[in-house]
């Protein structure tokens, strides 16, 4: 889901939030949008969050990985 519903979701104690789905290629590059989907709420003790990676391949899901 996006920042704002992860928000919303850690304020009422989900355990874990989920992100909208990331382009590994963006991520890679710095991309501006894909930083921004990527961000986390800044809340002190917030949920584990799972990120979703997107790739057209798995060398490109694991660049991402590490970044």
Known sequence: TDFAM???AERHGAS???S???AG???QRG???TAHRLRASGA???APRVV???A????GIAAAARC
């Open 6 to 8: 992860r928000r919303i």
């Open 16 to 18: 874990a939030t989920v």
């Open 20 to 22: 909208e789905m990331i």
């Open 25 to 27: 290629a963006g991520v």
């Open 31 to 33: 991309d501006r949008e």
């Open 44 to 46: 002190s003790g917030a």
């Open 52 to 54: 979703q990676i997107a």
């Open 56 to 59: 057209r391949d798995v060398e």
